[in-house]
């Protein structure tokens, strides 16, 4: 079956960098998710988005920027980015129609090394 | 506002050992419960779930059953194996489904 796409895996960036991050959401999904999680932490969610609008928002700092386009992925957009935003950022899509409504399925990660 | 509360670990355990991890959970109206597992260096991945009172999720020898009462979802094996060791992570949605709140993950290691 298919699963979430993260792009890329592993990212390696400078201080004061920007990054962008994909996410492919399982076909039919109309909702995504984007999630922080440093070392030894439990993921913190960010944003989230539904039919292409911003549907909830969590501790996402102003220096980051998300959004869903018309096919449905989403992209993560990182700037002045900073050493400790080095962390593993997941993607979760979702439906809310059929058996695993209200259920997240979660991407393998983008790890992200900020030097 | 909506959290979880999970018993820290490391926990450490021999094959063939009872496994319990603890979770409670604080929402308001009817939230959905999650169990999520994380193997080194890999995503999350569900391993149950029940969304109403008094269900059951199992999976794999793993169960966990939704008990408002207690508000806990505590997660239960009866004999763990090696390749059970991972990072368990309790979870929960609200109604309306548009965050996930995750408990803070217990990391479970068996011994042979």
């Known amino acids: 079956a298919a699963g979430v796409i993260q792009s890329p895996r592993h990212l390696i960036k400078e201080k004061r960098e920007t990054a962008t991050l994909k996410c492919y959401p399982i076909p039919r999904h109309d909702t995504v998710y984007w999630y922080q999680q440093g070392p030894g932490q439990d993921p913190q969610f960010l944003i989230s988005?539904?039919?292409?609008?911003?549907?909830d928002k969590g501790s996402i700092p102003d220096r980051f920027s998300a959004q869903q386009f018309s096919d449905y992925h989403s992209e993560l957009n990182m700037s002045s980015l900073e050493l400790g935003d080095s962390a593993l950022y997941f993607c979760?899509?979702?439906?809310?129609?059929?058996?695993?409504?209200?259920?997240?399925?979660f991407g393998p990660g983008t790890r992200l090394t900020v030097l | 506002g909506d959290s979880v509360t999970q018993m820290e670990g490391p926990v450490t355990l021999s094959e063939e050992a009872f496994l319990t991890i603890n979770c409670t959970y604080t929402a308001t109206g009817y939230p959905s419960l999650f169990w999520y597992v994380q193997y080194p260096g890999e995503g999350l991945q569900l391993l149950l779930k029940a969304t109403k009172a008094d269900d059951k999720g199992s999976n794999k020898g793993f169960e966990a059953t939704y008990r408002k009462e207690t508000t806990s979802f505590h997660l239960e094996k009866g004999s763990v194996q090696v390749s059970d060791s991972a990072v368990y992570f309790c979870?929960?949605?609200?109604?309306?489904?548009?965050?996930?709140?995750f408990g803070t993950g217990t990391s479970l290691t068996v011994i042979p």
């Open positions: 979870a929960l949605t609200t109604e309306t489904g548009n965050q996930f709140y």
């Open positions: 979760a899509s979702s439906s809310f129609e059929g058996p695993s409504y209200n259920e997240q399925f």
């Open positions: 988005f539904y039919e292409k609008m911003q549907s």
